[in-house]
């Protein structure tokens, strides 16, 4: 076997590099040939002690360094993130603080809202060792604006019925129930105008917090953060910063910890508050 064969070998079982000391002693037990320098020309002459001392150095010290040099492009290649990583971890925070903060009209007003908040994307991004982090997410104002009326209209109903009921009957004839209704619903915005006052808020919301919403799609999206990749450290130095959005314990001059794990990138390993991604795909276009 190889040194490469039984690097990528010991990967694919413990789903990490090994350490120096594992290859050294993998190297030492003979687990994977060595390359061997190349055997002097005999030149039909009697080598001295010392001539045959110096050409045992030699070749071990080339047996080690090849060894060595091996074991640090076995680091470069396995700090590579190059690719597309998705956060389904920060996703489903994202959600649930959206749920959370919209849990009182839920309650008070029967409004299941947090159901037009969707399609929540948190994407790293790497090529030739740049990074771009980015978020995204939909808001659906028609069915917000849709929702809000339609409680209205079922708020109607129920005092008109009591109102009825309090009053000894249906003494009304469905022409006056609706200029009722219609008189209800004057002082209200029509839902065309609620749904145009949610998009605005909505825009200034996303743009103080540094991202743009589409009005067409009702997608909001933007950027976190940039860094740059040290593939032997295996760390991101942040570059850039979203200040506006968000972004916990991120600053510009941080440096960010990750490991590797065949199709997982974990981010900062070593603080216990790791963020998980997984492998999504290949990247095309500059980061």
Request: glycine share 6%; proline share 2%.
């Amino acid at each position: 076997m190889t040194q490469e064969e039984w690097l990528k070998d010991f990967e694919n079982k413990n789903g990490r590099p090994p350490t120096q000391d594992e290859f050294s002693a993998a190297w030492s037990s003979g687990a994977f040939s060595a390359p061997t320098p190349n055997a002097p020309e005999d030149s039909g002459k009697k080598r001295s002690k010392t001539g045959l001392i110096i050409g045992i150095v030699a070749g071990l010290l080339a047996v080690i360094l090849l060894s060595v040099g091996g074991y640090t492009y076995y680091l470069y290649s396995s700090g590579d993130i190059n690719g597309t990583w998705r956060s389904s971890e920060l996703e489903k925070k994202m959600e649930k603080t959206v749920s959370d903060s919209l849990s009182t009209y839920s309650e008070d007003y029967d409004l299941s809202l947090s159901k037009y908040f969707k399609d929540a994307n948190v994407k790293m991004t790497s090529k030739n060792d740049k990074v771009l982090m980015t978020v995204s997410y939909t808001v659906d104002a028609e069915g917000i604006s849709k929702a809000v009326y339609k409680f209205l209209d079922d708020q109607f109903e129920e005092q008109l019925k009591a109102y009825l009921e309090s009053s000894g009957g249906d003494s009304l004839t469905d022409q006056e129930k609706q200029a009722i209704k219609d008189a209800y619903f004057t002082n209200l915005p029509s839902q065309e105008s609620l749904q145009k006052s949610l998009e605005t808020s909505i825009k200034e919301s996303a743009e103080e917090e540094g991202l743009t919403y589409d009005t067409k799609t009702g997608k909001i999206h933007g950027e976190l953060f940039r860094g740059k990749v040290n593939r032997f450290s295996k760390t991101v130095s942040i570059t850039e910063y979203n200040k506006n959005a968000y972004v916990e314990d991120i600053n510009k001059g941080d440096v960010i910890l990750f490991e590797k794990e065949k199709d997982k990138l974990i981010l900062d390993a070593e603080k216990g508050d790791d963020i998980t991604f997984e492998k999504a795909g290949s990247v095309n276009a500059d980061v």
